[in-house]
């Protein structure tokens, strides 16, 4: 038996002036995404903003439904737009906020399993990392450079083939 460790790098921002101006245009507009939120049963709005390499930005945000498990995260709408509207461009950056109704959401937003495999799926199917940048209302900003830090050890395509 041998006792093994995973290392997650990623760096972390105490204000917004820090970013580059290319980060700092996409945070700006997942949090113009929060405007589309529909959160009535969770009062937890999410913005996702996607850049892609062809210079697009692609916005999304969380869309509730009454019957809980048939809405989408804001991360899934922006990403799964952007790809089936551009299917070859790649995708370079990700960029979430949240906001929450009834207190201030100062922890910086982290995508849910699900998002995470829809970012490691969109990752896989081009050549260069997907950046993740993240923020709360206020506070901190934690950017990572790929999904790989935030699903250690995940499920993948080459997974389904047959070990020869
Ligand atoms: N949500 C997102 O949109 N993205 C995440 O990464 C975490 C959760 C949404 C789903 C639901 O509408 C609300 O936040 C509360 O879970």
Do not use: W, Y
């Given at each position: 038996m041998k006792k093994k460790e995973i290392i997650i790098k990623y760096d972390e921002y105490e204000k917004d002036d820090l970013l580059t101006s290319e980060d700092l245009e996409l945070l700006n507009e997942a949090r113009n995404a929060l405007k589309g939120s529909y959160a009535p049963y969770s009062n937890f709005h999410v913005g996702a903003a996607v850049l892609l390499d062809n210079g697009k930005i692609i916005r999304g945000s969380n869309q509730e439904n009454a019957a809980f498990p048939s809405g989408l995260c804001a991360e899934r709408v922006a990403l799964f737009h952007a790809k089936s509207e551009f299917p070859d461009a790649e995708v370079k950056s990700l960029a979430i906020t949240a906001s929450a109704d009834h207190?201030?959401?100062?922890?910086?937003?982290?995508?849910?399993?699900?998002?995470?495999?829809?970012?490691?799926?969109?990752?896989?199917?081009?050549?260069?990392?997907?950046?993740?940048?993240?923020?709360?209302?206020?506070?901190?900003?934690?950017?990572?450079?790929?999904?790989?830090?935030?699903?250690?050890?995940?499920?993948?395509?080459e997974l389904l083939k047959k070990n020869k």
């Open positions: 207190f201030n959401n100062n922890e910086p937003v982290t995508p849910c399993g699900s998002c995470r495999q829809v970012i490691a799926e969109t990752e896989k199917r081009q050549s260069n990392r997907i950046r993740i940048i993240m923020k709360g209302d206020s506070g901190i900003i934690r950017i990572l450079n790929g999904i790989e830090g935030l699903l250690p050890m995940m499920f993948h395509e």
